[in-house]
């Protein structure tokens, strides 16, 4: 095991009604909130109703700002930077999932900095005051209500690019299942791909024992497959979304970083697939994994896809590639029956720019990952699996 520093300054309040008592959650943090939102659902099922009156009785001031897409775009994060300004807004409040928790926290960063918050995501500037930030969590999957992470995608230079800083760890964050009932079954879907791909991220380490972790990833792994069909099936089942709700979150909290490396190659690569083509993060995570885990069965290296297959799947017979391709065939058998698509043709994504998306990934650099470094041309082959 690595040596390491476990920190997670968010705190959390999970379960039924607590987002009734947002108001007393914010009042050490603010007076004067921007309620950031995306879409019309929290307004149609009487969430941003229950969220202002509780702000109300509380004494504290809000203004909304409903502009977030999926994929947050720099335009709208410049928006609400503008707005905060102008009226002295000195809390935030994400209602929604990742897209809105980042533009929320790029919006915290970008209110007291005096140049272009695309500077922080370039790394010419690292985040000194930023404003507070809570979260009522309506989408799981991204795992931004308790990270430290932002991603934010630029409108013009197409390019999708991350921050992290222990700064932007939200104060709080209200996980209660209910709130995600009225969830279209393809974002549930997508986010469930989304908290495997962060899970496998770092389950594929070059560290020789930390053994504690794989456990607890092989575990979280496997009660996400077992749960999904009937999750897909009635996702108004509170005990099954409650499950999975906490384990999207813990699967990003930094706890299964600590004491390993993690990879983080397929992320780069799918970051600029939904950068340049809009794509869904876990919907493009979904194509992008098994590809990647298929060309390391390609390099011969099969020692965790083994372990997954043997724990995860319960696959104890058979050659070491055999059970290789059987714990690829495993995700790719699970997001299928999710209706994701596990290919970019699926997906009506083109294939005639993997130069393209290989430089944007590399952004600069030679190799992407740890668990096996990718090239260019390792980069490219990999597309080539998932077309």
Known sequence: MDNFKFTCKTEVHFGKDEHLKVGDYIKPFGKKVLIHYDGNRIESNGL????????????IDYVTLNNVVPNPLLSGVKEGVQLCREIGV??????GGGSVIDSAKTIAMGVPHQ?????????CEIPGQVLPVGVILTICGSGSEMSESAIITHD????????????LFPRFAILNPELTFSLPKALLASGIADAMSHTLERYFTTTECSLLNDYMMEGLLKMLLDISPALMEDHTNYNLMAEYMWAATICHNGLFDTGRSSDWASHRIEHEISGLYNIT??????IIFPAWMQ??????KLDRLIRLAENVFGVQEGNPQEKAEAAINGFVEAFKAMNLSTS????????????KVAL????GNETLGRYIQLAHKDIIRVLEIAS
């Open 90 to 95: 000195d809390f935030i409040l994400a209602i």
């Open 360 to 363: 944007q990934a590399l952004s």
């Open 295 to 300: 060309y390391l069965i390609e390099n011969n």
């Open 156 to 167: 013009e230079l197409k390019l999708k690019k991350g921050v992290d800083n222990s700064q």
């Open 48 to 59: 941003l109703d229950a969220v202002t009156q509780s702000l109300k009785s509380n004494g």
């Open 281 to 286: 993060h876990g919907a493009g995570m979904a």
């Open 115 to 123: 140049g272009d918050v695309w500077d922080f995501f370039t790394g």
């Open 344 to 355: 970019l043709t699926e997906s009506n994504i083109p294939t005639n720019e993997f130069d």
